[in-house]
Protein backbone atom coordinates (compact mmCIF):
# COMPACT_ATOMS: atom_id res chain seq x y z
CA UNK A 1 0.00 0.00 0.00
CA UNK A 2 1.54 3.36 -0.79
CA UNK A 3 1.10 5.85 1.85
CA UNK A 4 0.24 9.62 0.32
CA UNK A 5 1.21 12.45 1.12
CA UNK A 6 -0.77 15.29 2.24
CA UNK A 7 -0.68 18.89 4.25
CA UNK A 8 -1.21 19.31 7.71
CA UNK A 9 -3.87 22.02 6.46
CA UNK A 10 -5.86 19.69 4.40
CA UNK A 11 -5.78 16.45 7.15
CA UNK A 12 -7.21 18.66 9.30
CA UNK A 13 -9.69 20.22 7.03
CA UNK A 14 -10.21 16.43 5.97
CA UNK A 15 -10.88 15.31 9.35
CA UNK A 16 -12.90 18.41 10.17
CA UNK A 17 -15.59 16.94 7.50
CA UNK A 18 -15.70 13.19 9.44
CA UNK A 19 -16.59 15.35 12.43
CA UNK A 20 -19.18 17.65 10.86
CA UNK A 21 -20.20 14.52 8.91
CA UNK A 22 -20.72 12.53 12.52
CA UNK A 23 -22.55 15.97 13.38
CA UNK A 24 -24.98 14.81 10.36
CA UNK A 25 -25.95 11.54 11.85
CA UNK A 26 -27.40 13.43 15.00
CA UNK A 27 -23.56 13.86 16.83
CA UNK A 28 -24.81 16.70 18.06
CA UNK A 29 -24.78 19.29 21.54
CA UNK A 30 -28.40 19.00 23.11
CA UNK A 31 -30.77 21.73 22.11
CA UNK A 32 -31.05 22.19 26.23
CA UNK A 33 -28.72 21.50 28.88
CA UNK A 34 -28.72 20.78 32.75
CA UNK A 35 -27.74 23.23 34.79
CA UNK A 36 -25.17 25.69 33.47
CA UNK A 37 -22.21 25.15 35.40
CA UNK A 38 -19.51 27.57 36.24
CA UNK A 39 -16.01 27.27 33.93
CA UNK A 40 -14.21 26.30 37.22
CA UNK A 41 -16.73 23.59 37.67
CA UNK A 42 -16.42 22.58 34.05
CA UNK A 43 -12.40 22.57 34.14
CA UNK A 44 -12.37 20.67 37.51
CA UNK A 45 -14.67 17.78 35.80
CA UNK A 46 -12.43 17.89 32.47
CA UNK A 47 -8.96 17.72 34.76
CA UNK A 48 -10.49 14.15 36.01
CA UNK A 49 -11.73 12.94 32.93
CA UNK A 50 -8.45 13.54 31.22
CA UNK A 51 -6.97 12.03 34.26
CA UNK A 52 -9.65 8.91 33.62
CA UNK A 53 -9.14 9.01 30.15
CA UNK A 54 -5.67 9.61 29.23
CA UNK A 55 -4.77 5.87 30.77
CA UNK A 56 -7.29 4.03 29.04
CA UNK A 57 -7.13 5.81 25.87
CA UNK A 58 -3.31 6.68 25.57
CA UNK A 59 -3.91 9.01 22.93
CA UNK A 60 -4.19 12.80 23.65
CA UNK A 61 -6.90 13.63 20.65
CA UNK A 62 -9.21 10.78 22.05
CA UNK A 63 -8.69 11.97 25.39
CA UNK A 64 -9.47 15.83 24.86
CA UNK A 65 -12.30 14.95 22.62
CA UNK A 66 -13.92 12.40 24.70
CA UNK A 67 -13.52 14.56 27.97
CA UNK A 68 -15.25 17.61 26.42
CA UNK A 69 -17.90 15.04 25.13
CA UNK A 70 -18.82 13.94 28.15
CA UNK A 71 -19.16 16.91 29.53
CA UNK A 72 -21.07 18.77 27.06
CA UNK A 73 -23.48 15.23 26.81
CA UNK A 74 -22.80 14.73 22.77
CA UNK A 75 -23.11 11.36 22.86
CA UNK A 76 -21.02 10.95 20.10
CA UNK A 77 -18.61 8.06 21.52
CA UNK A 78 -17.69 6.99 18.08
CA UNK A 79 -15.90 9.77 16.46
CA UNK A 80 -13.09 8.73 19.07
CA UNK A 81 -12.51 5.75 17.10
CA UNK A 82 -11.61 8.01 14.20
CA UNK A 83 -9.33 10.00 16.58
CA UNK A 84 -6.86 7.02 17.03
CA UNK A 85 -4.55 8.12 14.61
CA UNK A 86 -4.70 11.70 15.05
CA UNK A 87 -1.42 12.21 17.75
CA UNK A 88 1.31 13.82 15.92
CA UNK A 89 -1.08 13.49 13.07
CA UNK A 90 -0.30 9.76 12.88
CA UNK A 91 2.32 10.22 15.09
CA UNK A 92 4.48 12.49 12.69
CA UNK A 93 5.13 15.01 15.52
CA UNK A 94 2.32 17.38 13.46
CA UNK A 95 -0.64 18.71 15.00
CA UNK A 96 -0.88 18.06 18.46
CA UNK A 97 -3.61 14.67 19.41
CA UNK A 98 -4.80 17.33 22.27
CA UNK A 99 -5.57 20.26 19.64
CA UNK A 100 -7.42 17.89 16.95
CA UNK A 101 -9.63 16.46 19.65
CA UNK A 102 -10.20 19.86 20.77
CA UNK A 103 -10.93 21.31 17.44
CA UNK A 104 -13.47 18.34 16.23
CA UNK A 105 -15.07 19.39 19.99
CA UNK A 106 -15.49 23.18 18.78
CA UNK A 107 -16.90 21.78 15.52
CA UNK A 108 -19.76 19.85 16.99
CA UNK A 109 -20.60 22.26 19.29
CA UNK A 110 -21.01 24.83 16.69
CA UNK A 111 -21.08 23.71 13.32
CA UNK A 112 -25.27 23.33 12.38
CA UNK A 113 -26.58 19.23 12.63
CA UNK A 114 -27.34 19.41 8.94
CA UNK A 115 -25.04 20.21 6.70
CA UNK A 116 -25.92 22.52 3.65
CA UNK A 117 -22.59 24.17 2.57
CA UNK A 118 -25.30 26.54 0.35
CA UNK A 119 -26.69 27.89 3.48
CA UNK A 120 -24.49 27.60 6.24
CA UNK A 121 -21.14 29.34 6.93
CA UNK A 122 -18.76 27.82 8.24
CA UNK A 123 -19.57 28.82 11.83
CA UNK A 124 -16.68 26.94 14.03
CA UNK A 125 -13.93 28.93 12.01
CA UNK A 126 -13.67 32.05 14.12
CA UNK A 127 -13.84 29.68 17.67
CA UNK A 128 -11.54 27.20 16.26
CA UNK A 129 -8.94 30.04 15.32
CA UNK A 130 -9.23 31.72 18.84
CA UNK A 131 -8.41 27.86 20.40
CA UNK A 132 -5.35 27.68 18.01
CA UNK A 133 -3.91 31.56 18.62
CA UNK A 134 -4.43 30.93 22.62
CA UNK A 135 -3.02 27.54 22.61
CA UNK A 136 -0.15 28.90 20.72
CA UNK A 137 0.10 31.75 22.70
CA UNK A 138 0.70 29.31 25.61
CA UNK A 139 2.93 26.68 23.79
CA UNK A 140 4.32 28.29 20.79
CA UNK A 141 2.71 25.56 18.24
CA UNK A 142 0.31 23.69 17.79
CA UNK A 143 2.94 21.10 16.49
CA UNK A 144 3.48 17.75 18.77
CA UNK A 145 7.03 17.89 17.99
CA UNK A 146 7.07 21.97 19.10
CA UNK A 147 4.92 21.24 22.15
CA UNK A 148 7.01 18.68 23.52
CA UNK A 149 10.11 21.00 23.15
CA UNK A 150 8.38 24.01 24.65
CA UNK A 151 7.18 21.67 27.95
CA UNK A 152 10.34 19.42 28.08
CA UNK A 153 13.02 21.85 26.76
CA UNK A 154 14.20 18.79 24.59
CA UNK A 155 14.29 18.72 20.93
CA UNK A 156 13.17 15.00 19.26
CA UNK A 157 12.99 13.84 15.84
CA UNK A 158 9.07 12.69 15.24
CA UNK A 159 8.36 11.09 11.69
CA UNK A 160 7.17 8.35 12.69
CA UNK A 161 5.04 6.37 15.48
CA UNK A 162 8.92 4.41 16.64
CA UNK A 163 10.65 7.55 17.18
CA UNK A 164 8.18 8.48 20.30
CA UNK A 165 9.50 5.44 22.00
CA UNK A 166 12.16 7.97 22.70
CA UNK A 167 9.79 10.80 24.05
CA UNK A 168 8.71 7.59 26.41
CA UNK A 169 11.77 6.99 27.29
CA UNK A 170 12.91 10.28 28.45
CA UNK A 171 9.77 10.32 30.24
CA UNK A 172 8.64 13.29 28.02
CA UNK A 173 4.70 12.09 28.31
CA UNK A 174 4.48 13.15 31.87
CA UNK A 175 3.65 16.64 30.69
CA UNK A 176 1.19 15.85 28.91
CA UNK A 177 -1.69 15.50 30.47
CA UNK A 178 -1.45 18.87 31.29
CA UNK A 179 -1.29 19.87 27.52
CA UNK A 180 -4.42 18.50 27.34
CA UNK A 181 -6.27 19.75 30.65
CA UNK A 182 -4.65 23.29 29.13
CA UNK A 183 -6.20 22.86 25.49
CA UNK A 184 -9.71 20.95 27.19
CA UNK A 185 -10.09 24.23 28.86
CA UNK A 186 -9.50 26.78 26.40
CA UNK A 187 -12.14 24.45 24.53
CA UNK A 188 -14.73 24.41 26.63
CA UNK A 189 -14.79 28.54 27.30
CA UNK A 190 -15.10 29.04 23.67
CA UNK A 191 -18.24 26.41 23.79
CA UNK A 192 -19.19 27.53 27.00
CA UNK A 193 -19.59 31.06 25.59
CA UNK A 194 -22.25 29.58 22.81
CA UNK A 195 -24.25 27.73 25.01
Given amino acids: MKIQKTSRRKFILSASA???GSAAFGLTMPAETK??????????????????Y???????????FYAL???FGWKADVVVRALASFPGIAFRGET?????????????????????????????TEPSGKFCQAFENIYGSTRCRDVIKHTTGKEY???KLED???????G???????????AVHLAADLIMEKI
Fill in 18 to 20: VAL
Fill in 35 to 52: KKKSKEEVHKQLDELVDK
Fill in 54 to 64: LPLFGACSQTS
Fill in 69 to 71: NEV
Fill in 96 to 124: CGAVSGSLMAIGLAFEAPKIDYKKNARFS
Fill in 157 to 159: VLT
Fill in 164 to 170: YAEVSKD
Fill in 172 to 182: AYKHCPGVIKQ
